[in-house]
């Protein structure tokens, strides 16, 4: 027999479950490996030590997990796939997970990382992302592709829909789909590959409700778990427009309330195309942009889920809630939700406005702009916030808006050298707060304007128009590197 000399030693951190730092030995297909008792959860009885027990799997599986583990920035020597299934069986897939896993997401110093691209009909058409980093792409005549974690493919199947247009994940490799081109809400097993339900709205004494198409679907879940009492939330469109936002029951999924029903038969009563689910404060944010030839016109709404009331809004150009920024509409808005703040990108300045979700008043926004290279206005720019950051897309590249945290002397001194103190006060932000930064290089930025942006785990995946790629944004594993110099 053989002693690994990658496996000898310990593995993990301080002892646990009242093992404390004591090693066992596994004999795994006849190679010798030493390991910390506390690290290990296998499903078999461990001998007493010194006496190795004998484990009937491949040796280099295991000696290339812990390899992974020690070395995370070394390539492994099988497929990502391969040793996290492997890992599961000594309960090590957690520590392998996060070995594998990029760094944290920092905005500033993220690139592209790599590329995915389905095998068939590779055009994405949607895009969702899970907190564990895996992927679920649309793409195609109704396809679905599933990625692990570790963005290994798991499964491409082909659904009953003509096209998906809106996608999000649930646990337990679950995808919510919906189709501007067939009604209904769709449940499919991304594992399996089958369609687990459909949910339509319907309404006996309105004989208007008919054949139902999803414009959007609720963010994704939180990451600290997802909530099985949470509500999945979707927007139904009518054919003549009649819409409404639908809760259901994520266990039983049936439709639960109707929330925010309209005609649909003016901009300030058109379906929602975003929907953010405000959960800590009880709230949903819809919003709504629509754009032609004298320029973008659109809304925002919270809605106080238990009661289906407004409890505000705004409107542009013009409306109740009116902006000080007339005649510069947003062209895209998304929400914060660990922040608990709005962020809208104006369509003809380019300029990115914030407001506090807690201080919403009649005009509660702060502008800031990007300077000379954010020149080119908001036009098609889309939004995203992920991880406290927002992510903006520009015809000249991907900008990355970081809220600065400031101490109190320097909150003190920065009042004094703006005179900002009443914005500040009222409104609790002021444009000095955050910072920008373009990461996307020239040659990135002319493949195309960016379509789609999700976030997942420590990745941004991105989407451009007519490119048949998922890019792969992360941070490099420098980046927060000190010099010793």
């Not at 490996?33 to 009937?56: K, M, R």
């Not at 995370?72 to 497929?79: N, Q």
């Not at 099985?228 to 936002?245: D, G, K, Q, V, Y």
């Not at 300029?351 to 201080?359: E, F, S, T």
Request: glycine content about 10%; hydrophobic content about 35%; charged content about 20%.
């Amino acid at each position: 027999m053989e002693t690994s000399a990658a496996g000898a030693g310990r593995l993990g951190g301080g002892g646990g479950g009242g093992k404390g730092g004591e090693a066992k030995q596994l004999n795994v297909g006849g190679k010798l490996f030493a390991l910390e008792a506390s690290s290990l959860s296998l499903s078999l009885d461990l001998d007493p030590y010194p006496t190795p027990t004998f484990v009937d799997r491949d040796p280099a599986l295991l000696s290339a997990i812990l390899s992974a583990i020690r070395a995370p920035s070394s390539p492994p020597a099988f497929p990502a796939r391969v040793l996290l299934d492997e890992a599961v069986f000594y309960g090590l897939h957690a520590q392998l997970l996060a070995a594998l896993s990029p760094p944290p997401l920092l905005g500033f110093s993220a690139s592209l990382a790599s590329t995915l691209s389905p095998a068939s009909e590779p055009f994405p058409t949607a895009i969702a992302a899970h907190h564990d980093g895996s992927l679920c792409l649309a793409h195609g005549a109704g396809q679905l592709t599933y990625y692990s974690p570790a963005l290994d493919h798991l499964t491409t199947f082909r659904t009953h829909l003509h096209r998906a247009t809106s996608l999000r994940l649930l646990p337990s490799s679950l995808a919510v789909v919906g189709s501007s081109s067939s009604p209904g809400l769709h449940v499919y097993d991304l594992l399996e590959g089958w369609h687990v339900a459909s949910v339509e709205w319907s309404d006996p004494t309105d004989l208007r409700v008919l054949k139902a198409k999803v414009i959007t679907i609720a963010a994704r879940p939180p990451a600290d778990a997802a909530d099985t009492n949470s509500p999945i939330l979707a927007t139904f469109e009518c054919p003549h427009r009649e819409n409404c936002i639908l809760a259901i029951d994520p266990v039983t999924l049936k439709p639960i309330q109707e929330i925010g029903r309209q005609s649909g038969s003016a901009a300030k009563s058109s379906s929602p195309d975003r929907l953010v689910h405000l959960q800590e404060l009880g709230l949903v944010f819809a919003s709504s942009v629509s754009s032609g030839a004298f320029g973008y016109s659109g809304y925002m709404r919270l809605w106080d889920i238990r009661s289906g009331n407004v409890v505000w809004e705004t409107s542009e150009p013009g409306g109740s809630g009116r902006s000080s920024r007339f005649g510069d509409p947003f062209s895209d808005a998304d929400v914060d939700v660990k922040q608990l703040m709005l962020y809208k990108v104006c369509s003809k300045s380019g300029d990115i406005g914030v407001a506090d979700l807690r201080r919403l008043d009649n005009d509660p926004w702060v502008y800031m702009s990007s300077g000379p290279k954010g020149s080119g206005g908001g036009h098609g720019s889309v939004l995203h916030c992920y991880k406290s950051q927002v992510f903006v897309s520009r015809k000249d590249g991907l900008e990355v808006w970081s809220r600065l945290e400031e101490q109190r002397n320097d909150t003190c001194n920065l009042l004094e050298q703006t005179g900002a103190k009443e914005t500040l006060d009222r409104k609790g932000i002021n444009e000095n707060s955050f910072r920008s930064s373009y990461v996307d290089t020239e040659e990135y930025s002319k493949r195309g304007m960016i379509e789609m942006m999700e976030g997942g785990g420590d990745r941004l995946f991105v989407t451009r128009e007519d490119m048949p790629v998922v890019e792969v944004w992360e941070s490099s594993r420098l980046a927060g590197a000190i010099s010793l110099a």
